[in-house]
């Protein structure tokens, strides 16, 4: 069996990682008819499968622990995964790169200043009225990626341009996947 | 996005489940060209995604839910989930037919007699020997279906029977999922 590929998705919250998602996965199904794709979102991941899982450090670790593997498993048997979830972490990062055959890191970078003005999930003010803490770019930094394959710097950019740049990974994407299929 | 299934296959270790996964997941790829297929198997399962939990009554619950929330995810997400575990437990069978669409639930029955016979982990004979305890099917029954979908006697079932019924799921699963297409 072609084994999936594993796109991870990484950025901190409100850096556009869902949207950049996807616009992949449509991409992917509707026009590259690719099938077996799965589209791994953190919030939801974490009600499925880690319920038992609050967030401070500790456990924000081990749910992108999860993740990994999760990915992994799925990418083992020919499911193609593209997940959209912060999991910045240099050590699951690393495993994945040593364990998954077909893997591209995607770093959606935005500027501080861009996070809090779009704040959808209302996080970095809630931060700012001291109710939560430890919030990955807010009043942390996580690990961020240090050598990713696509960078995405997604201050200015406008959803047009945002799904341009989906479109020209999903071929990419695409194209690998048929270059393998073709090698075996 | 149309769902995906969940066929839910339980017996005890020894009763044929891997057998039958892997050929109504053969069948449903090559016969019927269904994509989006995920086979789940119980120890792989434990060893990508419970390597924390051990063998107690407690962690095997555990573990049990967790391939349930699993295959509810993967379904939500379009991906056809065939599992192959023991997970015998009243509650979570209860949960996956109120959650999931298409569930289908088989159970592999055979005699204590055929347990110990094949025993291919071995786990009876070192249950014998005292060397381990609480293993469902030896020293401790489980929660076994009491209305599953699909039941297979599988005491004096030649591998080409076995494949024959398989073959007949398979047959079933991609009707009724070519009949759901069409319905949307």
Redesign the interface.
Known sequence: MDKGFVVWITGYAGAGKTTLARTIFKELSSHHNL?????LDGD??RE??SPDLGYTPKDRLENAW?IA??S???AT?G?NVITATVSMYANVRNWLREQVENYTEIYIKVSDETLIKRDKKNLYSKLKRGEISYIPGGDVRLEEPDNPHIVIENDSTTTAELEGKAREIARMLAKNKTARQNAF
Request: glycine share 0%; hydrophobic share 60%.
């Open positions: 099938s077996n794709l799965f589209l939801e991941f499925f499968l999860r593997r999760l992994l498993y799925l048997h499911i």
